[in-house]
């Protein structure tokens, strides 16, 4: 049963950067399209990027476009969120899973945002 990491997470005022990792054991990751989610207090969890097997496909929720951006290292079985230009509305707790949601959830990483 492949395993989900989530780290990176933290308090940061608004404007600032955090960058999310997330390992991945497992042989099929590299085969796989991966994505990020987000659950806010009293939210559902909702869809933040994705990013094909190869990294060559990317695509984002247009919350983030243009601040956010996801990224992969096959050789690592790491999938990477790097957030920049942080608001309030994006604190939550930010996990991985494939594009498709097939795998079992790990804790996530929380990311909270001060005004």
């Known amino acids: 049963q492949v395993q989900l990491v989530e780290s990176g997470g933290g308090l940061v005022q608004a404007g600032g950067s955090l960058r999310l990792s997330c390992a991945a054991s497992g042989r099929t990751f590299s085969r796989s399209a991966m994505g990020w989610f987000r659950q806010a207090p009293g939210k559902e969890r909702e869809f933040v990027a994705t990013?094909?097997?190869?990294?060559?496909?990317?695509r984002y929720a247009d919350s983030v476009k243009g601040r956010f951006t996801i990224s992969r290292d096959n050789a690592k079985n790491t999938v990477y969120l790097q957030m920049n230009s942080l608001k309030p509305e994006d604190t939550a707790v930010y996990y991985c899973n494939t594009a498709e949601r097939t795998w079992y959830w790990g804790q996530g990483t929380q990311v909270t945002v001060s005004s």
């Open positions: 990013i094909s097997w190869s990294g060559v496909s990317r």
